[in-house]
C-alpha cells in the first residue's frame, strides 16, 4: 500500500514533466491545495468577527484591539521571506504545505487555553504562529497554483481557488454571531465557546498534513519554470534577481491592496455600528458575512471573465472599481454606505490573487524566491488597520443625531492605499516593459496543446526528463536531503 511506502520531502533539480502538465493532470493536486484556501479564509473570517467582541468582553479600544490583524499579517513576511521560503527553495512545495499546516495546528492548540482565561496577549501570540503556518502555506499555495497546470489559465486557477477562500470567509461570521456571540456579557463565557473550534481545527490541520506526506503531487521546480519562460519568449530571469523591477512593484501594489482590505474588513463590524442606528455587533457580524458572500460571488464572476476578457483588463476594472465604491461610504451614512461597502468587498474579490499571478509572470528560475517577496506584500494587513483604527478613535464616539461616524471617516486610509495599489494595474495594462511579459503567456500553448509529445524520452518514478534534454540546474545546486 502507498501510505506504507517511504516518501521523501527532497525536491529535485532538474527539469520534469511538470512543466507541461495538462488540465486533466493539474485537476487533483489543485482540488487538494484549494482545500488550505479555505481554512485560512476560516481563520481570516473569525479574527475579524472576534476583533469587535474582544473590544465589548474585554473592553479594550479599537486600535488595540487591531493588534490581532497586526500579529496574523505581521507574520507573513517572516515566513514567506524567512523558513517557509527557505523550505520552499530546498525541499519544494510539499514539505512547506507540511511545514505551514503544522505550525497553524500549534497555533490553534495555544488559542485554546489564551481564550478560556480571556488573554488577549495570549491569543496574539496564538495569532502570531497561525500566521507564521498560513504565511507559509501562502508562500507554497499561491504560486504552486500559478505554475501547476498551463500557463495560459494561471489567473483563472487561482481565481477559482481564492473563491473558496471567500467561502471560508462567509462561514466564519455567520458562526461566530449565530454561535459564539449570541450574547456578550461578563456571566456569559462567549470567548470560551470559540475554545472548541480551535481545537477542531488544530486537528483537522494535522489530519492534512498527513494527508499531504503520504499523497504524491507534483513537484514544480525552478528548472520547470525557467523551460516556461524561455519556452514563451517572455522570460526576464537572465537579469539578476534585483532587477526584477516588475516583481517588486507587484509586492508593492499587494502590500498597499492587501492592508487596505483587512483594515476595511477588519473596521466593517464597527462601521455598521457607527452608521446604523440600533444596529448590535452580533447583527453587524450577519451584515460582515454578507459582505463576504459578495466577496466569494467576485471571484466567481472574475473568473468567469477571464474566460473571454484579458485578465489584466479585468484587473484593471476591478482596481478602479474598488476606488470608486469606496468613496461615498466614507460620507454616506445607514443601509447606503454599507451597500458601497458590499459594492467594495464584491470588487476587491480578484484583486489578491491576479496581483499573484501576473507578477510572477516571466521570472522563470526565480519564480519561487519572487513569490516570497509578493506573499511578504501581506504584512500590509498589520499596517493599515491600526492607522484605520487609531483614525477613527482620534474621532471620538459616534453621534447619531449629527451623522459622525468615525469608522466611516477613517474609511479614507484604506481608500489612499487603493490609488497607490491603482498604479500596478496601469502598469501592466499601459507600459509595454509590464505588458508584453504578461500578454505573452496568456497566449502559450504549453500543456494545452502536444502535452509530453516527447514522452518516450521521460523516466522514473519523478517524472525527471532522462535524455533528449539536458537537466536544468537550479540555484539551488547544494540543497540539502531529507
Not at 104 to 110: K, M, N, T, V
Not at 179 to 203: C, G, H, M, R
Not at 305 to 322: D, E, I, K, Q, S
Not at 406 to 428: D, E
Request: net charge neutral; with cysteine.
Amino acid at each position: 500500500m502507498a501510505i506504507f511506502q517511504r516518501h521523501s520531502l527532497r525536491a529535485g533539480n532538474s527539469r520534469t514533466r511538470a512543466a507541461e502538465l495538462t488540465l486533466r493532470e493539474s485537476i487533483f493536486p489543485l482540488c487538494l491545495v484549494t482545500i488550505l484556501f479555505f481554512l485560512w479564509g476560516f481563520s481570516y473570517g473569525l479574527i475579524d468577527t472576534l476583533n469587535k467582541h474582544f473590544q465589548e468582553v474585554l473592553n479594550i479600544t479599537r486600535s488595540r484591539s487591531s493588534g490581532l490583524q497586526a500579529a496574523y499579517f505581521g507574520a507573513y513576511p517572516l515566513a514567506s521571506l524567512g523558513h517557509a521560503n527557505w523550505i520552499l527553495r530546498h525541499y519544494g512545495y510539499k514539505a512547506c504545505f507540511i511545514w505551514g499546516l503544522c505550525l497553524y495546528g500549534i497555533g490553534s492548540l495555544i488559542a485554546w487555553p489564551a481564550l478560556v482565561y480571556r488573554s488577549f496577549g495570549g491569543f496574539c501570540v496564538a495569532i502570531f504562529i497561525t500566521g507564521n503556518g498560513l504565511g507559509s502555506l501562502e508562500t507554497a499555495a499561491n504560486p504552486y497554483l500559478t505554475v501547476c497546470g498551463p500557463p495560459k489559465y494561471s489567473e483563472i486557477r487561482i481565481n477559482i481557488a481564492q473563491a473558496f477562500n471567500g467561502i471560508g470567509t462567509v462561514i466564519a461570521p455567520v458562526l461566530g454571531s449565530y454561535v459564539f456571540f449570541t450574547e456578550v456579557d461578563d456571566k456569559n463565557p462567549s470567548l470560551k465557546n470559540v475554545q472548541w473550534t480551535y481545537l477542531a481545527i488544530a486537528i483537522f490541520v494535522f489530519i492534512l498534513a498527513f494527508v499531504f506526506y503520504v499523497t504524491p503531487i507534483p513537484e514544480i521546480t525552478d528548472a520547470d519554470m525557467a523551460f516556461q519562460a524561455e519556452e514563451t519568449h517572455a522570460g526576464t530571469d537572465v537579469k539578476s534577481f534585483w532587477k526584477q523591477y516588475r516583481l517588486f512593484h507587484a509586492a508593492a501594489a499587494q502590500f498597499c491592496y492587501t492592508g487596505a482590505q483587512i483594515a476595511i474588513a477588519g473596521a466593517f463590524i464597527n462601521y455598521v455600528v457607527d452608521t446604523r442606528e440600533g444596529t448590535s455587533s452580533a447583527t453587524a457580524a450577519r451584515f460582515l458575512s454578507g459582505a463576504q458572500g459578495a466577496f466569494a460571488l467576485g471571484r466567481f464572476i472574475g473568473s468567469f471573465l477571464m474566460n473571454y476578457v484579458r485578465p489584466r483588463w479585468v484587473f484593471l476594472a476591478f482596481m478602479t472599481a474598488c476606488i470608486v465604491f469606496i468613496c461615498p461610504s466614507i460620507t454616506q451614512r445607514g443601509n447606503t454606505g454599507m451597500s458601497m461597502l458590499y459594492v467594495t468587498l464584491f470588487f476587491e474579490s480578484i484583486i489578491f490573487p491576479t496581483i499573484v499571478a501576473l507578477g510572477m509572470r516571466g521570472l522563470g528560475k526565480y519564480s519561487k524566491r519572487g513569490s516570497g517577496f509578493i506573499i511578504a506584500g501581506v504584512a500590509g494587513g498589520a499596517v493599515v488597520p491600526p492607522i484605520l483604527f487609531a483614525a477613527a478613535d482620534s474621532q471620538g464616539l459616534a453621534n447619531y443625531a449629527t451623522g459622525h461616524a468615525p469608522t466611516a471617516i477613517a474609511m479614507s486610509v484604506p481608500l489612499a492605499f487603493f490609488v497607490a495599489a491603482w498604479s500596478y494595474s496601469l502598469a501592466v495594462n499601459f507600459a509595454p516593459q509590464y505588458r508584453e511579459v504578461v500578454d505573452k503567456f496568456h497566449t502559450t500553448e504549453i500543456g494545452v496543446v502536444n502535452a509530453h509529445v516527447d514522452e518516450e524520452s521521460k523516466g522514473g518514478e519523478s517524472g525527471e526528463i532522462v535524455k533528449n534534454e539536458a537537466p536544468v540546474q537550479t540555484s539551488d545546486v547544494n540543497a540539502p536531503k531529507v
